[in-house]
């Protein structure tokens, strides 16, 4: 198994808690940050531009992807280029497709020609992450985020299909390709093997990198012994 400082996937943090992306920022093998409304909305976030600009002003650094959550797409547009001003760390996330299944190709393309660092997301197929790569400009920085670990989740490996995708963004050499949406901090490894560029991992799942490469011997036995003091605590009696 390979040591964390070996791996050549990057690890993007991914999240809407600032002391969570403080911490993150704080360790050197994370190499970006990304969240999204979603994340935004779970932290209690009201005021978008005020918490984006604050994480900014913490983070001058590193890339850090912010979404545009306009469901039109001349508003998207607009979103866009005023995320992108916000300064040169910043990918704008533009979903694939909006709520009415218009995919956002067009946009994409128009973004890319006035030269906006995206990142687009919430793929998951093939020809998606074609298609996008077709409305990129091959020498415009980007991301191609495909949500392997959704695509998992309906019972599918996710494995072949991302080390397709790998062979897609071939053609865009500015591009890298984001496993988002892993799972299991397995999913860092399985990632790394096939060459994906970037991978987004949650703060749980970071936590855990300290068990890479853990004896399994120990391992079994904390958990026995985790098992055995909570018996106790609980006063359990038959």
């Known amino acids: 198994m390979k040591k964390v400082e070996d791996l050549t996937v990057k690890i993007f943090a991914d999240g809407a808690n600032k002391a969570g992306m403080l911490e993150m920022y704080a360790k050197p093998f994370v190499k970006g940050l990304t969240t999204n409304p979603t994340l935004m909305r779970k932290e ?18 590193r890339p850090i ?110 591009s890298e390709l984001i496993w988002a949406s892993p799972r299991e901090l397995l999913n860092i490894f399985h990632a790394d093997s096939i060459g994906c560029h970037v991978i987004t991992v949650t703060n749980d799942i970071l936590k855990k990198l300290s068990l890479v490469g853990k004896n399994l011997d120990d391992y079994s036995l904390e958990t026995v012994k985790m098992f055995a003091d909570d018996a106790i605590a609980a006063g359990f009696k038959l």
């Not at 093939?126 to 996008?132: A, G, I, N």
């Open 44 to 61: 209690g976030i009201t005021d978008y531009k005020a918490f984006s600009l604050d994480i900014l002003k913490a983070i001058p650094d």
């Open 65 to 174: 992807s912010l979404e545009v959550f306009s469901d039109e797409f001349a508003d998207m547009e607009r979103q866009a280029l005023e995320i992108a001003s916000w300064g040169e760390n910043v990918y704008v996330k533009i979903p694939v497709m909006n709520t009415k299944r218009e995919t956002s190709y067009k946009l994409i393309e128009k973004l890319a020609a006035k030269k906006v660092k995206l990142n687009v997301t919430a793929l998951m197929t093939l020809t998606q992450v074609r298609d996008v790569v077709a409305a990129l400009d091959p020498n415009v920085p980007s991301y191609v985020s495909v949500f392997a670990g959704r695509v998992a989740d309906t019972g599918q490996d996710p494995l072949a299909m991302m080390a397709a995708a790998v062979e897609l963004l071939k053609v865009a050499p500015a």
